[in-house]
């Protein structure tokens, strides 16, 4: 086959999957079936990570203290956002290993009930967010100047948080049936969105006055809001394989319960992750605004290179809830460690960017030159670790989509709490590394974590898992 025989083929796959034309993930091609899967999930989630950067962006423009309004406030929502999270892993592993078996009914049944649930979870959320936005900026060791600025940016994001909830867990239900490219449409509409409605919200725009930093929180939620709708519309009236009617609207209490098993785990790793990320933005904040904002710019620019590579991790699960379901386990194996070779092909390619071409990155977001220094070295420091990542997400949503929430559970807390927190706090404050030390603490937990998993995986107890 000719280099323009093949390359024509590849397109060709490029479009289907972008198209999201019916393919079986159970039989056939592994490579294919993970390209297939994969197109639409990295696109899916560059989008979803193209919020943070596009309101690092604008935002930056208002000073540090609007920046670090948005660092501390999102620290606290990677709380909500490992609920969603926990919640949609729970959703994709159902709903895939009920499509692998062939139960469609049932897949859309549990899809409904996890809506319900994860409603239910956001409604108290946006309780405490809309009444107490000060005190959670206060206890985050936000300045009072801060919370001046930024107390209304963090009341409409954790008041609207309703929409992240969906938007991530309804995505999930589309993945689980196979359904990648839905979700990667309704990320390019609520993103399409967030890029024309922050400018005009921050800065201003007609009869629409200039709302500051908290604009930024009002595009998002409006961007997202729009999303949850389009994906609803396609639950009802939709030609996916997931559809709402009538017979499954009814509320099972007994499959939320077992919803709420599968998902507690997968919320779990990330409440115990986004809480050893709350200890370290705390621990930078120690070190001033400019260290705050530099590891700020820093995470952001990081999330939107490795939400590509969950998005491939997520086609592993996928893959293997649904293989699982078909009882085809060696062949979800397979699936796993093609899945993690191929994100490690473009890891590497993320590293040697960062490594080479940081200081641009960076510059785009900033010229103060503390901030730019403190981005800078968080970049190439967290970079240094991104191999071992690779594989470690895959392998780690691979236990999810198998059902078994619980050992990347406890790997998360041994890896974050009882090693990542108290080696931060040593070199950052014990050894007077300042920032640097908790960029330090970052890669060797990460990759410590990445080893143990794949060790374990590689023992194949996940197989047996039964949802």
């Not at 198209?19 to 159970?26: A, I, N, Q």
């Not at 933005?281 to 710019?297: M, N």
Request: aromatic residues 10%.
């Amino acid at each position: 086959m000719s280099v323009f025989t093949k390359a024509g083929s590849l397109f060709r796959l490029f479009k289907q999957a972008l198209k999201g034309e019916e393919h079986s993930y159970t039989s056939g091609s592994i490579d294919k079936a993970i390209f297939m899967l994969s197109i639409p999930m990295i696109l899916e989630m560059s989008m979803e990570s193209l919020f943070a950067i596009v309101d690092a962006f604008y935002v930056s423009r208002l000073g540090v203290d609007a920046l670090a309004t948005v660092s501390l406030t999102e620290s606290v929502l990677t709380l909500v956002y490992s609920i969603a999270i926990g919640l949609s892993m729970g959703a994709t592993a159902m709903v895939a290993r009920r499509v692998g078996e062939g139960n469609v009914p049932e897949a859309a049944r549990s899809g409904v009930q996890a809506i319900y649930l994860a409603t239910g979870i956001s409604l108290l959320i946006s309780v405490v967010g809309l009444f107490f936005a000060e005190n959670i900026l206060a206890l985050m060791g936000a300045s009072q100047s801060v919370i001046d600025t930024g107390a209304g940016y963090t009341r409409w994001m954790l008041g609207g948080n309703i929409t992240i909830m969906l938007i991530f867990l309804i995505n999930a239900i589309f993945r689980g049936a196979g359904d990648a490219s839905l979700a990667m449409r309704v990320l390019i509409l609520s993103n399409g969105l967030n890029i024309v409605l922050d400018p005009i919200f921050i800065f201003g725009f007609g009869p629409i006055p200039a709302f500051g930093v908290e604009g930024a929180a009002i595009a998002t939620t409006i961007g997202r809001g729009v999303g949850v709708v389009y994906q609803l519309a396609h639950l009802l009236y939709g030609k996916g394989l997931i559809k709402v009617h009538r017979q499954n609207l009814p509320i099972d209490v007994g499959l939320i319960g077992r919803l709420i098993k599968v998902s507690a785990g997968g919320t779990g790793q990330f409440i115990i992750a986004s809480a050893s990320w709350i200890f370290l933005v705390r621990i930078v904040s120690t070190f001033g605004s400019e260290a705050l904002a530099g590891y700020t710019i820093a995470i952001r620019v990081i999330v939107f290179a490795i939400l590509p590579a969950w998005g491939m991790a997520n086609a592993s699960a996928t893959l293997v809830g649904q293989n699982l379901g078909a009882g085809h386990p060696d062949r979800a194996e397979r699936s796993v460690w093609r899945t993690g070779f191929f994100n490690m092909v473009f890891m590497v390619f993320v590293t040697i960017t960062f490594l080479t071409l940081a200081r641009p990155i960076v510059e785009f977001f900033t010229t103060d030159a503390a901030v730019l220094h403190n981005a800078i070295q968080c970049l190439q420091i967290v970079a240094l670790g991104y191999v071992f990542y690779a594989y470690g997400m895959v392998v780690a949503q691979s236990f999810n989509g198998a059902g078994d929430t619980r050992t990347p559970t406890l790997l998360n807390f041994v890896a974050f709490w009882m090693f990542q927190i108290p080696l931060a706090y040593a070199l950052a404050i014990g050894f007077n590394l300042g920032p640097m030390g908790v960029y330090v603490a970052i890669v060797v937990a990460e990759s410590l974590l990445a080893v143990a998993g794949i060790l374990i995986f590689r023992r194949g107890k996940w197989k047996t898992v039964k949802i």
